[in-house]
């Protein structure tokens, strides 16, 4: 090969190493983002923002409130088509079907029948795997390259939450991590991601609606979440209980939230009963949680916060956009213009600024001000409601509303 012909090549695939490297950056493949933690990598905002957003795509998918995964270019969605629980592979591109997998699920019945019928829970994607979980409590994995099934267990038939399952699995070490069951009647379990033996469990309270956190103090990787009445932390490795405090919603709330992780400290949060901040310590053979600080006045219902530069964002659960000040627990500002409904919303930490859709389904796009709400703009997204997260990759924001994903280009992003 000539000289300049060689230079060439070895420049082409230095711009495709690169571009891969970056679409690999942006990939969304779990609830909450890369790392469970609502913030968009690598996301630089417009100098000016557009009047509106570019739509791309837009197609029917099914009912549901699964935020969708991105990794490249394939779009995992899970929805309820009639009868079934279906997982869609979606050319994230174009909007174009690559495969299809479903299975008959159980139906929604009760207050979150009309509104509500279809999963809550996220998938996640992993080592070429899907994983999501039904809203009866079936958790399946599939292939990620052709959606067959891995493997599919159900350890809990018909037991579930009172509204449902909503946590979203997580996958550490080789095993898909779900806090299974109902009240009373559940278990964290293990199963290994890619022959689905169960590998432990801990089965000494059930889940509520909360999605579980990856925590590492003292080298002992651990799983924290919230459960029905407590905020619980066990071993990665063996199921084993780290370290437990109480914390039982009361009347009409709900343990919702994913707990909030930075390094040794864990930020815990739900309606009536406040933000509170612990440090995870190692004492002896175990651990302990030391309370930091506590805000009795602020707390989300249906939402979680987004940690960002030692602040705190959150939606209250009376709709208002709010700041926690993350080292010393005081209130830093309230809005009060209510956003959406009961408090339902999903907040990202994206590059300068942050992102929040409400269920109204405007995407209000606002400054990470520490002194007060400050918005830059916002935009109408659906015409249906939306419960899921807005997944930013580069230009490309991707929206799921009642039934249907949009794919939208914000102009001057990247």
Not at 133 to 157: I, Q
Not at 336 to 359: D, E, K, M, Q, Y
């Amino acid at each position: 090969m000539k000289k300049e012909n060689l230079s060439r090549a070895v420049m082409v695939g230095c711009v495709i190493l690169i571009s891969a490297g970056c679409v690999f950056a942006q990939d969304w493949p779990q609830w909450r983002g890369p790392n469970r933690d609502g913030k968009v990598r690598r996301f630089t905002a417009p100098r000016k923002w557009p009047k509106e957003l570019t739509r791309k795509w837009k197609t029917t998918v099914g009912l549901g409130d699964a935020t969708p995964a991105l990794v490249g270019n394939k779009l995992y969605v899970f929805t309820r088509q009639g009868a079934d629980e279906v997982t869609l592979c979606l050319d994230a591109s174009s909007g174009k079907e690559l495969w299809k997998n479903k299975y008959a699920a159980q139906a929604v019945t009760g207050p979150a029948a009309r509104q509500h019928p279809g999963p809550r829970s996220s998938p996640t994607v992993a080592d070429g795997k899907v994983v999501t979980l039904g809203v009866g409590g079936v958790l399946s994995c599939l292939d990620a390259a052709n959606g067959k099934v891995v493997w599919r267990k159900d350890p809990f038939p018909k037991v579930v939450p009172k509204f449902f399952t909503a946590m979203s699995p997580i996958i550490a070490d080789g095993m898909v991590i779900a806090h299974l069951g109902g009240q009373g009647n559940g278990a964290i379990i293990a199963y290994d991601l890619a022959a689905g033996n169960e590998k432990w469990r801990w089965a000494d309270e059930g889940p509520d609606y909360g999605s579980p956190f990856l925590l590492t103090v003292a080298g002992t990787k651990q799983i924290v979440t919230l459960t029905e009445k407590s905020i619980v932390a066990v071993g990665v490795a063996d199921g084993k209980l780290l370290w437990q405090l109480p914390f039982v919603p009361q009347r009409m709330a709900y343990n919702a939230a994913t707990p909030i992780v930075d390094g040794q400290t864990v930020i815990y949060t739900g309606k009536g009963r406040g933000t509170k901040a612990v440090k995870i310590e190692k004492q002896g053979d175990g651990f302990a949680a030391k309370e930091l600080w506590s805000n009795p006045e602020l707390a989300p219902q249906f939402n979680t916060p987004v940690l960002k530069d030692g602040l705190l964002f959150g939606l209250s659960d009376r709709s208002n956009l709010y700041c926690i000040n993350a080292q010393t627990g005081q209130t830093a500002w309230t809005d009060a213009t209510p956003r959406g409904s009961r408090g339902f919303a999903a907040i990202v930490s994206a590059g300068s600024c942050l992102v929040v859709l409400a269920n109204d389904s405007e995407l209000i796009v606002f400054k990470p001000d520490g002194k007060e709400y400050s918005e830059i703009t916002r935009y109408k997204v659906a015409e249906t409601p939306t419960y899921t997260h807005p997944v930013i990759a580069g230009n490309r924001v991707f929206v799921k509303d009642q039934e249907s994903v949009t794919m939208f280009r914000i102009e001057g992003a990247r």
